[in-house]
């Protein structure tokens, strides 16, 4: 970028008299910011297109505004290559302990925005399949030269089992970042934000991906497939939950050695991001591996 992050922010043309901007922590690939104006509050995000991780940001904006139609997500009030701004939410993010405690108010909002975001967004359609991801990112970390290099062969050993293991459902615009992060609870009502990886896929990954990233038990990942499908799950569907689990947990932990190599944000430890979800990776494939017989 020709500018600083917060020198775009503060020349945006949208501000309203006096402009003070306050860094925001948290994210793992973008710069953000608290703004205020004489207007009012708002949440500015300062981030690149990453071809590396499928990220496109003009998709983003899309999904953004699409999920605030539905009602899952602060309004989007500006959005130029690169940058995009939404109303500021006064309003509690979200642990995994407190995802874990919220269990069935997430559960309905994964319900609402997979029914809703599908009849809600606009333009050329966002796919996201995880299988695909993964494969992509083991070449991206070959051909970088990554030191884990040599694992990754036995890493995609496994992706075929996984993914033969899934069940047709109904096509849904998924959100597939589901980081205890990305849910804010103002008081009233849960939100749900950051729609980089927003596109249309299968309900399998966001159900494994929200128990992947918050650490359920078995007893709570019941409880989530009970309230998501609203009848208890057949061996087929916990066979394709405890296979997209897997997944998804090597999904989180390769996209932090793709990180290592192409991102660069402050305060982000990728390694750690990658070792911590690599641990969960390789519980849950145990797991499936005893329960099912797979090689």
């Known amino acids: 970028m020709s500018k600083s992050a917060d020198r775009r922010v503060r020349d945006l043309a949208c501000w309203q008299g006096a402009v003070t901007l306050e860094p925001l922590k948290g994210g793992l690939s973008n710069a953000s910011f608290i703004v205020s104006d004489a207007k009012g509050k708002y949440v500015a995000r300062v981030g690149e297109d ?14 953004s505004r699409a999920a605030h139609a539905a009602g899952l997500s602060p309004e989007v009030v500006h959005a130029e290559p690169g940058l995009m701004v939404v ?12 995802v874990r405690d919220n269990l069935e108010r997430c559960a309905e909002l994964l319900k609402k925005c997979h029914r809703d975001m599908k009849r809600r967004v606009t333009g050329p359609a966002s796919i996201f ?11 991206t970390l070959k051909e970088g030269g990554h030191r884990r290099a040599q694992d990754i062969p036995r890493w995609l050993a496994q992706i075929d089992a996984l993914e033969d293991a899934q069940i047709p459902l109904p096509v849904v615009f998924g959100h597939h970042d589901l980081l205890p992060g990305n849910f804010m609870d103002d008081g ?9 990886y927003g596109g249309f896929g299968t309900a399998m990954f ?32 916990q066979r394709a939950f405890d296979a997209m689990k897997t997944a998804s947990a090597l999904r989180e932990a390769t996209w932090g050695m793709v990180s ?9 430890d990728y390694v750690a991001h990658a070792n911590e979800y690599l641990s969960r990776y390789e519980r849950a494939l145990k797991t499936f ?7």
């Open 206 to 237: 966001d159900l494994a991906n929200i128990s992947a990233n918050n650490s359920f038990d078995e007893r709570q990942e019941r409880r989530l497939l009970e309230i998501y499908f609203e009848t208890a799950p057949d061996e087929a569907t």
């Open 188 to 196: 009233r009502r849960l939100w749900l934000i950051d729609w980089e």
């Open 289 to 295: 591996q005893d329960r099912y017989g797979a090689s």
């Open 129 to 139: 399949w995880v299988f695909h991801v993964l494969r992509d990112y083991g070449n």
């Open 50 to 63: 990453f071809p590396c991780h499928h990220v496109f940001r003009d998709r983003e904006a899309r999904a």
């Open 87 to 98: 109303r500021f939410i006064e309003a509690r993010t979200f642990s995994e302990e407190d």
């Open 260 to 268: 290592e190599l192409h991102l660069n944000a402050p305060g982000v």
